[in-house]
């Protein structure tokens, strides 16, 4: 590690979403595990970001392994923007990506979960299997199946 670097590890990935349930169903469906939820609301998150009277919710998951967690955010004051997150090429956080030991497994779970497959799943080089899957309110999610010599 380099001298005086400020970043001990990524915490979490945030998804602000309009159906909390949805979104944690889909997210538990892919193998996440719920750590817990809560209401947020006070002076301390309004300072954080800059408003007054905010109150969401939050659902925090996380991996099987324990070192990768996504934060499910619903914003119920003020209520959340809608952007166009469900394009590719648009700009800012894309994807979050998880390694599975099943593609097609993973995709049948999030499509029993409101998820749709963005394109089709498809083999790079001998290192993978690759596919997007679009889950609730346009989030995208890769799923990357690492390949072993003999596959």
Request: with cysteine.
């Amino acid at each position: 590690m380099l001298r005086g670097m400020a970043i001990l590890r990524m915490d979490h990935v945030s998804v602000v979403v309009e159906d909390l349930a949805a979104a944690t169903a889909f997210f538990a469906g892919l193998g996440m595990e719920v750590e817990g939820g809560a209401p947020i609301q006070g002076e301390w998150v309004d300072r954080i970001v800059g408003y007054d009277g905010l109150r969401c919710e939050v659902a925090m998951l996380r991996t099987p392994d324990g070192h990768g967690r996504v934060e499910l955010t619903r914003f119920d004051e003020p209520a959340a923007v809608a952007g166009d997150p469900s394009r590719p090429n648009a700009t800012g956080l894309r994807t979050v990506m998880f390694a599975v030991d099943d593609v097609e497994d993973a995709v049948a779970r999030a499509l029993s979960h409101g998820g749709e497959l963005v394109g089709e799943i498809v083999r790079y080089e001998d290192s993978y299997r690759l596919c997007y899957v679009r889950g609730p309110e346009g989030v995208l999610v890769a799923l990357a199946q690492p390949l072993q010599p003999q596959d």
